[in-house]
């Protein structure tokens, strides 16, 4: 079998994939009914509940585990690697989106005519627990429902 058709035949990459749209849909739908407007560019930003990133590696690990065995050495790499996602995308993400935020501000207090406001850095990079747990929570239930 070649390298592409392996690709396409890969269970655990697809339905992580499948995970991380659905996260990505559920952000327009939270958007939708948090406010009031409809937001397709939120099916490709980061940030926002809930977390894509955390839905993403959970269902990863979550079909690692069902496939392998959740006793197995694929699983626990898989779940390392989960942890040092999801802590990523609620503390170190989250607060380099929070410094974005406040040199945002800093610019606007100087009112530099020679900056670009299109310059602006990107202010949601990262996500709260409950966004983390969120999309956690959804990856588990994907690989679940997947591998039924």
């Not at 592409?4 to 849909?25: C, T």
Request: glycine letters at 6%; one cysteine or more.
């Amino acid at each position: 079998m070649n390298a592409l058709a392996e690709l396409f035949n890969n269970k655990i990459l697809w339905v992580a994939v499948l995970s991380w749209f659905i996260a990505q849909f559920l952000k327009i739908i939270v958007t939708l009914l948090q406010e009031h407007r409809l937001d397709i560019t939120k099916l490709w930003a980061s940030g926002g509940m809930p977390s894509s990133h955390s839905s993403f590696v959970m269902a990863l690990s979550g079909s690692v585990g069902q496939l392998y065995g959740f006793d197995s050495v694929y699983f626990a790499i898989s779940m390392v690697f989960s942890f040092i996602v999801m802590y990523d995308a609620a503390n170190v993400r989250l607060e380099a989106g929070r410094q974005a935020a406040m040199i945002n501000q800093i610019i606007e207090v100087l009112e530099n005519k020679e900056l670009n406001p299109e310059q602006r850095l990107k202010e949601i990079l990262g996500h709260t627990p409950i966004q983390v747990l969120a999309g956690g929570i959804l990856g588990i239930i994907v690989s679940i429902v997947c591998f039924m």
